[in-house]
């Protein structure tokens, strides 16, 4: 096998299923013999942890939109420079649960930032390293934040408004029409035609990337 990384994303609403769709996607991969890592954003890396805290609990002082983004790139660019360029350096891959288009989507969308800001940042910090395979589970709102509520307490962000997560599913779905690695999986179907949705795409990218590299 060879031994040239690829950079995987999971993305979703919160109760899209992204945990499951990782496990599937780790024990596929292992399978292919992939040596494999594992992050999530925010956070992966121990500092980066500690931001996610901050921004996961419901915190007394108002946390304004801004200071949000910027703790969102902060931990983004820790997990980046510590763990996802060396893996991807080394040659294994990368498994993310949930990386940049998580911002522009909650940020931009939920927060209505300006995408300007937001492409400032991106520009600033991220630097050339880019997902090679997105995927987005799809999932209406409703559904989604019901399922989140029977998993327990709600987070800060999960507390939102029904909107704020309209607004960030439109986002996502803006982005996955305008850029080709990144691909919609309606995660409102029955779960084991979601997992095969998953697989049929990994496969694709499976063979497409030996193709290239053969
Ligand atoms: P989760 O990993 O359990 O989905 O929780 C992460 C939460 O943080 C989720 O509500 C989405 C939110 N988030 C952003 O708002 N912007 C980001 O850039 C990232 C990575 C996550």
């Given amino acids: 096998m060879t031994k040239q990384g690829r950079f995987l994303v999971v993305e979703g609403l919160e109760g899209a299923g992204k945990s499951t769709a ?6 596929w991969l292992q399978q292919q013999g992939v040596q494999l890592v594992s ?11 500690q931001i996610r805290s901050l921004v ?4 007394a002082e108002h946390l304004t939109p801004e200071a949000e983004l910027l703790l969102m790139y902060a931990a983004r660019v820790q997990l980046l420079r510590n763990v996802i360029e060396p893996a991807l350096a080394r040659g294994d891959w990368v498994l993310a649960d949930r990386h940049d288009m998580s911002s522009r989507a909650y940020q931009g969308g939920g927060r209505q930032l300006s995408s ?4 400032g940042i991106r520009q600033a910090v991220l630097g050339p390293c880019r997902p090679d395979l997105t995927l987005y589970l799809d999932i209406d709102p409703a559904e989604g934040l019901a399922r989140a509520q029977a998993r327990g307490e709600l987070d800060r962000i999960e507390r939102e408004q029904l909107a704020f997560f309209e607004r960030t599913r ?6 996955a029409a305008e850029e080709p690695n990144v691909v919609v ?7 084991a035609v979601v997992q095969q949705s998953i697989l049929t795409e990994l496969d694709h990218f499976w063979k497409t990337t030996h193709a290239a590299l053969a």
């Fill in 39 to 49: 992050t999530r954003e925010p956070g992966g890396t121990p500092l980066a942890e």
């Fill in 22 to 27: 990782i496990q599937t996607i780790t024990d």
């Fill in 170 to 175: 439109a986002v996502y779905l803006a982005i």
């Fill in 116 to 119: 300007q800001l937001i492409d």
């Fill in 185 to 191: 999986i309606d995660a409102g179907q029955p779960l």
């Fill in 56 to 59: 996961k609990e419901v915190q």
